[in-house]
């Protein structure tokens, strides 16, 4: 496995885990600071999720 592929998929982990607890804190809906970071986090998955794609796709073994 090439350094990129790796990487790729570690940001995917990344983005799940990022993405679980962000809906996590966004169901429990109680305003602060940790409801301003979800939302600041689903906003980083979903600009991070494609890219990490995108490389799976262009550097696949």
């Known amino acids: 496995m090439n350094l990129p592929f790796g990487m ?4 995917l982990l990344v983005c799940a885990v990022f993405a679980f607890n962000s ?7 109680k ?8 939302m600041i ?3 980083m ?12 796709i262009a550097w696949a073994p």
């Not at 809906?23 to 809906?29: A, G, M, P, S």
């Open 8 to 11: 790729a998929i570690f940001g």
């Open 23 to 29: 809906v996590r804190e966004l169901r429990r809906d």
């Open 31 to 38: 305003p602060g600071h940790a409801r301003n970071a979800a």
């Open 41 to 43: 986090h689903i906003a």
């Open 45 to 56: 998955v979903s600009m991070l999720a494609p890219f990490c794609l995108y490389v799976l």
